[in-house]
């Protein structure tokens, strides 16, 4: 039986990136669906794995890790044989320049304003809209030049940023004025082990 264990819901976008990267490492698991609605997430037994109340959890035995980037980092250095996570200088650097993105024009601008549509959640959709905006233009003049955000080749980033960016349009921002981000979407999709965000 598979010592990996991942927390996950299936709306969540950072959770697709534990299942997409599991999934591109060929690696079994047990799925355990937390209902968010339901306020699952904020149990004391789910608060002992993850303080913030957040999916996506990662436990590999004995060991629990919390936050996707985290994960993310952790499965590549522990079961990525070298590949995701470059260990040289500018590799390396690239890679968390573009988790940073992530964390911040994604999450904040295209996963909220997803989130604002999708759940109702009070965000000011315009500004979300409009940060997220922010990083896909960043993204469409990266890839005139690169077919990968980091390194010359698939890494943590690409799974780190697909999931809101493939979202997007949820959150009512085309994708239309981004070729160059829609032809990255079709190559993280045709790479091997690629699985969809349904469950
Ligand atoms: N930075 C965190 C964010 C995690 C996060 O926001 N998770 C959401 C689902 S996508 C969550 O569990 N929210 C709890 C809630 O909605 O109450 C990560 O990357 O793991």
Known sequence: MSPLKLYSAPLSGNAYKI????????LDYELINVDLRA???LTAEFLRLNPRGQVPV??????VIWD???ILVYLARR???GEWLPTDIPGETQVMQWL??????LLYGLARARAVVLLKRPFNLEQC????KAGLAVMEAHFAENAWL???KPTVADIACYPYVMLAPMGEISLEPYPNVRQWLTRVEALPGWVTMEV
């Open 19 to 26: 299942r997409l990267l599991l999934a591109m490492l060929g």
């Open 39 to 41: 306020g699952e997430n």
């Open 58 to 63: 990662l436990v590999d035995g004995d060991t």
């Open 68 to 70: 996707s980037l985290a």
């Open 79 to 81: 079961y990525g044989d």
């Open 100 to 105: 940073a993105v992530s964390e911040n024009e």
């Open 129 to 132: 809209q409009a940060e997220g």
């Open 150 to 152: 980091a390194a010359g």
